[in-house]
């Protein structure tokens, strides 16, 4: 018996519509359409997806199917299992990436995500430019990727950004093979989701280059601009540029194996002639954060 077989005869057996077998999978906090159920019984496709996976095993408890029993149906069941059970090492766990774990896996909660689809699809290359103006605040952040779907068709985005503080809600701008679709904040942990979604969606491995700009809130004047890289990334470009009225006295690179861990110093950074910009590029970097930071003269 293949997967949408023994999903349709245990949604038959169960006697559920499709729309109240969503309903009790969202109320454990894990989210999957009707269209998508609908899909999987069809064989139109298959979870795939850290998330879908996840939402699978909730899906057999409301049909009251033994644990295990969908789940051993899905093709490379097997290999999955093995990738989840490494997942759940603390040493490669996606949320250790995050100061607050809690929080950020409630937020992503609210666009029917999980902290590992935060690397979905996967992004081959990473390059965020930042301005910041003569105040030393940030005010524009373009980030650019070429992301390769996997096996399924990709159709969304996910962004997360950690602010020390949100006075206002951040917005995205010219976005490019991408159309904004919705934010979620979390202004008491300085948290902020962003949904994009492909336009046209991404067919499985599929690769595409998109970009976006992220205008940021007032006085958002932190010294540090930092990315979280995954295993897939090959190459990485940080750069900062800066107003010539306030130019930083020095800029170095840095990276952090996960949130907890203390920054390992990886370069100074000599900028240009000017000294308004300067970038930092690191080829296949080891799976962490990396950033760059930098000081005025005044010590901030």
């Not at 897939?232 to 130019?247: G, H, K, N, W, Y």
């Amino acid at each position: 018996m293949n997967f949408g077989d023994g999903l349709r005869t245990a949604i038959a057996s169960s006697g559920l519509s499709l729309d109240e077998i969503a309903r009790r999978v969202a109320a454990s906090g894990h989210r999957v359409s009707t269209s998508t159920i609908s899909a999987w019984q069809s064989g139109i496709s298959v979870p795939a997806r850290t998330a879908s996976l996840r939402a699978l095993g909730e899906l057999e408890r409301v049909l009251g199917t033994k644990a295990g029993e969908l789940v051993g149906l899905v093709p490379g069941s097997t290999s999955r299992r093995r990738t989840h059970a490494r997942s759940a090492d603390p040493a490669v766990d996606a949320s250790a990436m995050w100061s607050n774990r809690d929080a950020v896996s409630r937020l992503l909660s609210r666009l029917g995500a999980v902290t590992e689809d935060l690397a979905e699809p996967e992004k081959l290359f990473r390059r965020l430019r930042l301005t910041v103006d003569a105040e030393g605040n940030h005010r524009h952040l373009t980030i650019g990727s070429l992301v390769q779907a996997g096996s399924e068709p990709a159709t969304r985005l996910l962004y997360l950004h950690q602010f020390p503080w949100i006075a206002e809600l951040p917005t995205i701008v010219a976005p490019h093979g991408l159309v904004f679709n919705r934010f979620k904040g979390d202004h008491a942990n300085g948290l902020g989701a962003f949904e994009l979604l492909f336009d046209p969606p991404l067919p499985a491995r599929a690769a595409a280059f998109v970009e976006y700009t992220v205008v940021h809130p007032p006085r958002l004047n932190t010294t540090f601009l930092e990315v979280r890289t995954g295993p897939t990334c090959r190459e990485l470009v940080l750069s900062a540029t800066f107003d010539p009225a306030r130019r930083p006295k020095r800029c170095w690179a840095y990276r952090k194996p996960d949130a907890q861990a203390e920054e390992i110093r990886l370069a100074e950074l000599t900028g240009n002639a000017e000294r308004t910009t300067y970038q930092f590029v690191r080829l296949d970097p080891p799976r962490g954060i990396h950033g760059i930071r930098w000081e005025y003269d005044d010590g901030r």
